[in-house]
């Protein structure tokens, strides 16, 4: 009996990238001696991916699917896949084969090596991604790093190895939207990672947009730890302190009637602290909310249809 590989694929709008990504993956198996099921997951395509979906699995048995009801997120997705992989290992990745589907065999052996976990993470991410976008990624990982308890990989990608074992730890985890980047370092064991040079999307446009990339960020950031709240007992520490240096200077003036010449430090004092409260009310803010969506324990995806049976 070979093993059994599932390769999960989430699917938002890749109507044309859907024959394109199985026939690679496909084809690829047919030279290892592993079997494969290809796991797609439409998370609320408004375009006919679903079509295609159905059209592959037809020509391929080896190709299942799961449609959502409406977008509930990458993140959620994979999930879904977790759920429903039926493999000994599972590989995730990107639908628009910016993944390169050649690198599957060695993520294998690198698995069968003993890794539970195979990741890999952008080299070169000059090559298609704009200079902008590569600055703000490299901060958005130094930040996180900084900030939160897990450590993470610059330019680390959601194309990787799990074995078994840790998708069934990550079905476990009943997290409202699992940030998986900072979680599959989270759950240990023996990792190992590999670069790879992504490629330009084969077609389509990319679904993340600035907004939904602070998003993600925030996110990052406030799943992995606590410690944004402890800045605001540092900010506050500090500024007492710095208050207090200040005093001397107020009693100076009074003393040599200059007091009224107070007026533009007010405002700036006004201003700053109206300014760092508010920030500080948000990091609050945001981990109540994180609170307020957990205790509902809503379900993380609805299925609407799928051919597994
Ligand atoms: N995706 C998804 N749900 C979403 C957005 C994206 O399932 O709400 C999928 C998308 O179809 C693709 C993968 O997630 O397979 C990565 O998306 P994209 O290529 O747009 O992101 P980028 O590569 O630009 O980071
Ligand atoms: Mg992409």
Redesign the pocket.
Known sequence: MNMLISVV??????EWNIPIISNSIASLFNAIPYDYEILF?N?GSTDNSLQALKTVASENKHIKYISFSR?F??DN?LLAGFDFAKGDAVITM???M?HPPELIPKLIDLWQQGNAVVYTYREDKNEHAAKMNQLSSTFFYRLINHLSDVELEDGIA?YRLLDKKVVAILNNLHEDRPFFRGLVKWVGFQQTGIPYKPHA?ATG????DHKALVRLALQGLTSFSVKPLNIAIYLGFSFSALSVCYLPYVLYSLLYGKAISGWASTIVTIVFFGGLQLMILGIMGIYLGKLFMQSKQRPKYIIDETNIQ
Do not use: H, L
């Open positions: 694929i989430p699917v938002f709008n890749e997951v998370d977008n997120g990458k997705a990107d639908a628009d910016q959601d999307r446009e990319t679904k993340y």
